[in-house]
């Protein structure tokens, strides 16, 4: 990483690849253009994807199980986690932070696939517009980007 904290390296190049992104309906506003940014990636890498939806980030690390042990179709290459959880008066913030990071962490121990953290964690809408295209990037194309590296990784040590 660079000191701007920023990737130095290009996404690689990787063939045959999909993508199953699971994004909150909480926050939709935020949550959507991360899921554009995300989806201009993939689809510039012609990487096919599905894009599933759930109530809050509390419930991505559910779904995302599920949609692995249960679906009959193909098995992504990857999963991809977007929400947004902004602060209030109250503690809920710091237990569903702690619930979607805890769940994504042990699904990338428990899944042979990678799950890509996209959930932005911000005190306020501002912080959060600044991650959607603003001061701090595009986490969004950064989740894709992720998942992209992680997917040839995989295959790389897979060969």
Known sequence: MSSSGKSKTAAPKIKKASVVVVRTEWNAG?????????KKILEANKIEFLDLRVPGAFEIPFAIK?????TGRKKPSAFIALG???KGDTPHFEYVCRAVTDGIAALNLQLPVPVIFGILTVDNVDQARERVGGLHGHKGQEAADAAIKMISFTRSVND
């Open 84 to 86: 947004c959880v902004i």
């Open 66 to 70: 599920y949609y692995w042990e249960k």
């Open 30 to 38: 935020i949550v959507d253009e991360l899921f554009t940014g995300c």
